[in-house]
């Protein structure tokens, strides 16, 4: 399959916007931040947005970097690579500054709070502004005419609420044909469905219930027609034992009263089932990011050195990639 | 004591909410406490949010149920219940909301209107946000029918688990009846000439930013609602009235991962900010409790094992040493999250790491045994 291998290097070069999504305690936002780093290393303006329905929120982004952020400015972390919240209030407002003839009756529409509450509190426009605030994000341009942001790398929420985002277009469109709610969120559409511009990645752990996930993830995802290209294994640990070797040893654990190591052992025989797994059950190609000793800003930089490094192959059925 | 600590909680309380970042295994320790409390005799009802597929089955939760859902007869023996009870149920916000308009509409066609109206249907296919809204509301019904002594809430991931928090206030803001009149027909005159003048404003932007479709069917939803806002509202206040009374307990479950703890903190901060009770800390997943474990070296292979086997144990050997490394290191944080805590104020307690992923009743009767061992099933 080696004609279909991509690097993980080749999506954060050439897209205008990467997509990360998964289940909850997968490592979403390290990886998220190692991607965004790894497209500054390579020279383009990296933008790294997490989505919060709190505007007061702490960016767990900027976290990674070991710097703290709250609030809706964006700030600096490394050269060239800027991290923000993106909030709903935030997109709803660039919305209304972008369709209003008059930036006045923006402001005193958001400033007279029913708007700005009903849009707050209907879910389905919550998710618009959001999709709003990203697609400011990755279409601004500077006053030399460029792209402010040539990578935006996004941190999607958990499983469910991902797929919300990924809803949203559609839902809203049928809510709303008309007008200028229509039209940008065709505009948002074309934008999260062109492979050329947008990529999307999904982290994993090899660990049962995330790889069921995922599973489900990449078929919702999918399903609004926004591409995926690839799976990410997070915090990998495949141990130097072979097929024989873990049978031996797990026949003669099984003959045993409880012994220490025998869960990492465990954990060990999971991986590999769910490497298998992840090559009998998904289309899309699986890279390794393997378990580092790392701790805070130090991670990131590790991780996005992995990263760069890391292909997209598709898993062996029986074999590990 | 710790254990004991949460034992009384699990005894006393009528609302006990799981929170914590995504990942740490929030499902899985709500039902497990679910069945604990189920063991001491308690009717619990356990209320989740995004179960993972393999624990409702295990449970025998269906998907789309209408209702909660008892466990089967035998697997509550299996769980060890006898003078208690344990249902569960998947949170549908669709179900949840038909119920509510079915209930509170003034005629049955003022209930098709609302059911076929665009909006609604729009909001309640909505993933996201509605199971918050959702969540309070189920909370009232359940805690007012008197069929459960106890509730246990699983709550979506940490950030969105705030919204939970929130949505009750949400829900009061969103349905003020101040706001609401901005979107009634214009039939309806408003009292106030200021709020006709904003009302003409809103509407105006309404119209230009979404069209005039929308905006009709923005007032027919209104229109349709307006009867019930108050009832919602009332709902919603009591809600928040029983979750921020010594009635309920807020449990933070976290892992020993440095993200989950630091989630887990910044919710306590939050808790505290709003006035609801915390109860403790659940270190799920740790490395603790290595006594009674023997060692792999023990029982080395002998010298002409086969080879496979012997690079196995050698392996095995070193896991152990990284076991007991982590053992020390999940104490030190438990030890930490102790000290964190107020003289006399909540507990912090670690959950070994029970192999697999809890995925059956079986499963969730060890976790159930670890987080409370003094409730002692029924033979």
């Known amino acids: ?321 | 004591m710790s254990h004991g600590q949460l034992e009384a909680v699990l005894a006393r309380s009528r609302v006990v909410v799981c929170c914590g970042a995504g990942g740490v295994g929030k499902t899985t320790t709500s039902a497990a406490l679910a069945l604990a409390a189920a063991r001491s005799g308690r009717r619990v009802l356990v209320l989740t949010i995004d179960p993972a597929k393999r624990l409702a089955q295990a449970m025998g939760i269906p998907e789309n149920a209408a209702q909660p859902t008892p466990l089967t007869a035998e697997l509550q023996r299996a769980a060890g219940i006898t003078t208690g009870s344990l249902d569960a149920w998947m949170l549908n916000p669709r179900v949840v909301f038909d119920a509510l308009v079915n209930r509170l509409s003034p005629s049955r066609e003022a209930t098709e209107r609302i059911l076929r109206n665009r909006i609604y249907k729009a909001l309640c296919d909505q993933v996201a946000g509605m199971q918050e809204y959702t969540a309070a509301e189920a909370l009232y019904e359940f805690s007012t029918s008197g069929r459960y002594d106890l509730i246990v809430l699983d709550t979506p991931p940490s950030r969105n688990a705030l919204d939970f928090l929130e949505a009750p206030r949400k829900i009061s803001r969103f349905l003020d009846e101040k706001v609401v009149s901005l979107f009634m027909p214009s039939g309806e005159p408003s009292r106030f000439s200021l709020m006709r003048k904003a009302g003409a404003l809103i509407g105006n932007v309404f119209e230009k930013v979404f069209g005039d479709q929308f905006f009709r069917d923005l007032q027919d939803f209104t229109g349709a609602f307006s009867g019930m806002f108050a009832v919602m509202r009332r709902h919603s206040e009591e809600v928040r009235a029983l979750l921020s009374s010594e009635q309920a307990t807020f449990l933070l479950v976290t892992s020993p991962e440095q993200a989950a703890l630091e989630e887990a903190r910044y919710f306590r901060g939050k808790l505290a900010e709003l006035g609801l009770p915390f109860g403790g800390f659940v270190l799920n997943r740790t490395w603790v409790r290595a006594e009674g474990l023997s060692h792999p070296s023990e029982h080395r292979p002998a010298a002409d094992a086969p080879e496979a086997l012997r690079d196995a144990w050698a392996t095995l050997e070193t896991f152990a040493e990284q076991e007991l490394v982590l053992g020390k290191r999940d104490a030190a944080l438990l030890a930490e999250l102790q000290s964190e805590l107020a003289v006399g104020r909540g507990f912090a307690l670690a959950v070994p790491h029970l192999g697999e992923a809890v995925a059956d009743v079986p499963g969730l009767s060890r976790l159930a045994h670890a987080l409370a061992p003094g409730i002692v099933p029924a033979a």
């Open chain 1, 1 to 321: 399959m080696g004609a279909l291998d991509v690097t993980v290097e080749s999506l954060v070069r050439t897209r205008q916007m990467v997509l990360v999504t998964g289940k909850g305690g997968t490592g979403k936002t390290l990886v998220s931040a190692a991607l965004a780093r790894l497209g500054a290393r390579l020279g383009r303006r990296a933008f790294c947005a997490e989505i919060s329905s709190d505007p007061e929120a702490t960016s767990r982004v900027a976290d990674a970097f070991g710097v703290k952020l709250t609030g809706e400015v964006p700030r600096e972390v490394a050269p060239n690579l800027r991290v923000g919240l993106v909030t709903p209030s935030m997109g709803h407002r660039r919305f209304l500054e972008d369709v209003l003839p008059v930036r006045l009756l923006a402001d005193a529409a958001m400033r007279s709070g029913a708007l700005k509450r009903f849009l707050a509190a209907a879910p389905a426009f919550a998710e618009m502004g959001v999709l709003y605030g990203l697609m400011e994000l990755a279409n601004r341009r500077g006053p030399d005419g460029r792209r402010e942001n040539e990578l935006l790398v996004v941190d999607l929420p958990a499983t469910g609420h991902a797929l919300a985002l990924a809803q949203v277009p559609d839902a809203l469109f049928k809510l709303v044909p008309t007008g200028p709610v229509g039209e940008a969120v065709k505009e948002g559409l074309l934008l999260l469905r062109d492979p050329a511009r947008t990529a999307s990645v999904v982290v994993t752990l090899l660990e049962p219930l995330p790889v069921s996930e995922s599973l489900e993830l990449v078929q919702g995802v999918l399903k609004h027609g926004i591409p995926v290209n690839g799976i990410i294994a997070n915090r990998v640990v495949l141990g130097g034992l072979n097929a024989e070797q873990l049978r031996a040893g797990r026949a003669a654990l099984d003959g045993l009263p409880p012994l220490l190591g025998a869960r990492l052992f465990g954990q060990l025989e999971r991986s590999r089932q769910m490497l298998d797994r992840l090559g009998r059950e998904f289309t899309q190609p699986l890279a390794l990011l393997e378990e580092l000793p790392d701790r805070g800003a130090a991670l990131v930089e590790s991780a996005a050195g992995l990263l760069g490094k890391a292909s997209f192959r598709t898993p062996a059925a029986g074999g590990t990639p």
